[in-house]
């Protein structure tokens, strides 16, 4: 069993910037990739990046490239989310997730068997 704990989400205003981080603890050695999706009210919970453990080959949703870098210090088991330029359609729950598996698709939401309980993160429009 992995438990994986979110923290860093808060109100940051538009353009502004978070870095969000996830605290891995458990069965860890296991851990192939983690990832972020985020979750707007009333909206399915959307890929946001992904990671491998192991080589840290990284993965960004369409609308995130250039403006988020996730990251992993294996040291402290813990997976960053560093988010710039911050827009008031980003305003979500932000969930970490991890799967002990190599997927074919790390953007699938159901590839992942643990997740966080999420933070949220308000940019006000």
């Known amino acids: 069993q992995v438990m994986l704990v979110e923290s860093g989400g808060g109100l940051v205003q538009a353009g502004g910037s978070l870095r969000l981080s996830c605290a891995a603890s458990g069965r860890t050695f296991g851990i192939y990739s983690m990832a972020w999706f985020r979750q707007a009210p009333g909206k399915e919970r959307d890929f946001v990046a992904a990671i491998t453990w192991a080589g840290g080959s990284t993965t960004y949703g369409d609308s995130v490239k250039g403006r988020l870098t996730i990251s992993r210090d294996d040291a402290k088991n813990t997976m960053h989310l560093q988010m710039s330029s911050l827009k008031p359609e980003e305003t979500a729950v932000y969930y970490c997730?991890?799967?002990?598996?190599?997927?074919?698709?790390?953007?699938?939401?159901?590839?992942?068997?643990?997740w966080g309980q999420g933070t949220q993160v308000t940019v006000p429009s």
């Open positions: 997730a991890a799967t002990n598996f190599r997927r074919s698709d790390m953007r699938r939401r159901t590839g992942y068997e643990f």
